[in-house]
Nanobody
Framework: QVQLVESGGGLVQAGGSLRLSCAASGGTFSIDTMGWFRQAPGKEQELVAYIRLTGGTTQNADSLEGRFTISRDSAKNTVYLQMNSLKPEDTAVYYC??????????WGQGTQVTVSS
């Protein structure tokens, strides 16, 4: 079972930046992909970005217009989400996830990001 611990959320003004971290432990050798979803109040969950741990292929949501970048530090079993030019509509709880090669998705506890106008 993979455990995921997120950090880096908080309150920021519009136009600012934040970097989220997601540290994985326990069975990390089995992880194929890690990424981030977000969920704003009253809205559906939205895929933000993901990265394949082997090869480093990434995919970002088109709606982000290149403002967010996902990366990984394999030695630390950690993925990062660099968020720039933040907008109030980016306000949401951001959830890290990890997909093993075999088995079900693992989720972090979520971290709140609030962007003030």
């Amino acid at each position: 079972q993979v455990q995921l611990v997120e950090s880096g959320g908080g309150l920021v003004q519009a136009g600012g930046s934040l970097r989220l971290s997601c540290a994985a432990s326990g069975g990390t050798f089995s992880i194929d992909t890690m990424g981030w979803f977000r969920q704003a109040p009253g809205k559906e969950q939205e895929l933000v970005a993901y990265i394949r741990l082997t090869g480093g292929t990434t995919q970002n949501a088109d709606s982000l217009e290149g403002r967010f970048t996902i990366s990984r530090d394999s030695a630390k079993n950690t993925v990062y989400l660099q968020m720039n030019s933040l907008k109030p509509e980016d306000t949401a709880v951001y959830y890290c996830y990890a997909d093993p090669v075999v088995g079900g998705r693992n989720w972090g506890q979520g971290t709140q990001v609030t962007v003030s106008s």
